[in-house]
């Protein structure tokens, strides 16, 4: 563990850093790295933990900007030993996925591309798109990233054609299913018409069709339809028939036939420029391509590491029949047999790795490499817009540099009520949402019919920059958390604000902080009484409306959000005895408070937590009269 006095970089102290690269042996096994705050920030692996741990610090080695920024942060360095390869692989999956450690980030725009999600850890699962991946419970499974969001919609929506689904995120009705009951759309899931086991089997089946296994789900349920008709039991039958039917409209709308043999086999390539790496991942199941994946990544390692680390991230999460028995590759990959004898163990069938070199198979990865290419092109343009925008913003502020990291914040409230402040970050010119941050405003002058957002503003700023006066040791300039500029939404008084807290916290110096006031889109500096002289049609100027509608509308949902748990608690906070655990154990059974004042003692009575005592103090609350 990192002590006080071993806060300092190892690559400013060279003889303890020499020291400590000499207890690490020269065998297999995972080595995690941590900073100041005693945090771990990467982890990886190596056949030799020792040479492969010494890279970093030699000083003809070239790296990467980002890890070069990572090695200037390290003061510890810990190793675990393993017994091959194979093990130090699976260790490092877990780890990773343990701590989620910053520098281990290998897409660099993770909200680019959507993704399916299927809430596994629920009774009732449900199906959904996002952007965001994170694995919130280990038992949620995440499908892709797509390339084609709108493709992707128009899946799940046929899926919820074909299969009864939930097709609400919350009940319409408090006791009775809605239409799409009726209409075979919904199995009554608001209403536990259909017990979670069999629902599960119908999600399943969802499932296949995003793990690229349309083909085997049609041959089972044409299996099941058969024996229903064998059985006589011709409603079923008939029903099977119809979602068979729509999965193969489904499967000839959504593949491409290409010419091979039935091997389930996935092919990816990438193409790269001195910065990125776009790669492309091609799924192919019998014969047909039924998914086309995408990342993004530095293009600093060698392309097969690039491909290596790519594939072990997709395949961490995957289940074993997703898992392909063939893996054709556009390079050669690193520990290539070490993926492959891991894949295997988990596949339950022999798996291969390797790079083709004629006829069909080569001609795919050419495909897949001149799709990626495609996709570079149109992320260099969209870069090269921003760099213009970036570019011309440092020109007006007369930065040094352009601004990496932009952070933007704003107050949203009502007449003071439920103050919240908004912090959200573009990095080079696009929104990063997984830095975006909340913030409820905890001055107790800020109340309602009293509002201060100067006030509010110090506040925030105050606790966003605070770790770096309590931890001095923290790195400042070059900290991938410190921004290059901080724009404020308002005018000179709420800037003044913001330059008067920093000014206490002796940061003023070290941070860039303008505002950006609505009626005219004017820029004010520090101390400066006039606005800078902009068009509001310049790239830079755009850059900043687009923080700013950002930052504002980041804070104004989540104040609805505040106001409106506000308000479904506001007269649950009266009743004597109900806390704020049962108050949600309420909200939870009836969904609002409109369906609590309907129940009946003996129905309040129901919801766990809530005795036959309490049950009828909450139902003589809402009915004085009867009282």
């Known amino acids: 563990m990192t002590t006080s006095a071993q806060i300092v970089p190892l690559v400013k102290e060279p003889e303890r850093l020499e020291l400590r690269l000499q207890e690490i042996p020269p065998e297999p096994g995972v080595y995690l790295m941590r900073d100041g705050s005693d945090r771990i920030i990467y982890i990886g692996k190596s056949r030799k933990l020792r040479s492969r741990v010494r890279s970093y610090f ?99 929506r046929l899926c919820k054609r074909i299969f009864p689904l939930r097709q609400r995120p919350q009940p319409l009705f408090k006791d009775r299913p809605c239409l799409n009951y009726d209409l075979g759309r919904c199995p009554g899931v608001c ?15 969802v499932a296949m069709v995003f ?98 680390r790519v594939l072990e991230e997709h395949y961490q999460t995957a289940d074993s029949v997703e898992i392909p028995t063939e893996i054709l590759v556009q390079h050669e990959l690193p520990d290539g047999e070490i993926l492959a004898d891991v894949l295997t163990t988990r596949k339950g069938r022999k798996v291969t790795i390797f790079n083709p070199q004629r006829q069909v198979k080569a001609e795919l ?162 101390g400066e009484s006039q606005p800078l002289e902009t068009e509001s049609e310049q790239p830079g100027v755009q850059l900043l409306r687009r923080l700013r509608d950002e930052a504002h509308r980041f804070a104004v949902s989540f104040h609805r959000q505040q106001r409106s748990d506000k308000l479904k608690r506001s007269r649950l906070d009266e009743i004597s005895g109900l806390g704020h655990h049962r108050q949600k154990q309420l909200l939870g059974h009836f969904r609002s408070v409109d369906y609590i004042r309907q129940a009946t003692p003996a129905q309040i009575a129901e919801v766990p937590g809530i005795g036959s005592r309490l049950a009828q103090e909450i139902y003589d609350y809402f009915h004085p009269s009867v009282n």
């Not at 942060?73 to 093990?87: L, N």
């Not at 897409?107 to 591309?113: F, G, P, R, V």
């Not at 809430?119 to 449900?126: A, L």
């Not at 209403?191 to 089946?205: A, D, G, I």
């Open 211 to 308: 793990q690229g296994r349309s083909q085997e789900l049609i041959e089972t349920l044409t299996e099941q339809m058969h024996k229903a008709a064998e059985y006589e039991n011709f409603e079923s039958a008939a029903r099977i028939r119809d979602q068979i039917t729509g999965l193969k409209s489904l499967s000839a709308d959504q593949k491409v036939s290409l010419p091979d043999d039935t091997v389930s086999r996935d092919a990816i390539a990438l193409f790269s420029d001195e910065q990125l790496a776009c790669i492309q991942l091609f799924q192919i199941r019998a014969g047909q391509l039924v998914g086309r994946l995408a990342f993004v990544a530095d293009a600093h390692a060698e392309p097969g590491a690039i491909l290596q």
């Open 191 to 205: 209403q536990l018409l259909v017990s979670p086991e069999e629902y599960r089997k119908t999600v399943q089946k």
């Open 58 to 156: 030699r000083d003809s080695q070239r790296l990467s900007e980002r890890i070069a920024t990572m090695v200037k942060q390290v003061t510890e360095i810990e190793f675990i030993v393993t017994d091959t390869e194979t093990e130090a692989l699976a260790l490092e999956a877990n780890l990773i996925k343990l701590h989620l450690p910053y520098f281990n980030v290998l897409l660099k725009d993770d909200k680019k591309y959507p993704y399916v999600c299927i809430t596994w850890s629920e009774d009732y699962p449900r199906i959904f798109i996002t952007r965001k991946r994170q694995i919130g419970k280990e038992k949620d499974k995440f499908y892709g990233p797509y390339t084609d969001s709108g493709l992707l919609r128009e899946i799940l």
């Open 365 to 526: 990865i050419d495909m897949v490499e001149r799709n990626a290419q495609y996709e570079l092109q149109r992320t260099q343009k969209l870069s090269d817009r921003n760099q213009q925008a970036m570019h011309d913003l440092a020109t007006i502020l007369d930065l040094p540099d352009i601004p990496h990291r932009i952070e933007g914040y704003d107050i949203s409230h009502i007449q003071g009520s439920n103050a919240v402040a908004s912090q959200v970050v573009f990095i080079d010119g696009l929104p990063a949402k997984q830095h975006y941050r909340h913030y409820k405003i905890k001055n107790p002058t800020v109340t309602t019919g009293h509002s201060d957002d100067f006030a509010s503003l110090a506040e925030v700023i105050q606790r966003r920059f605070r770790k770096y006066i309590e931890e001095p040791h923290l790195a400042r300039m070059g900290n991938p958390d410190w921004p290059d500029l901080i724009m404020i939404d308002g005018g000179k008084g709420q800037l003044s604000s913001v330059v008067a807290v920093l000014q206490e916290m002796n940061l003023l110096e070290d941070l860039r902080v303008i505002s950006l006031a609505k009626r005219r889109e004017e820029i004010f500096l520090p």
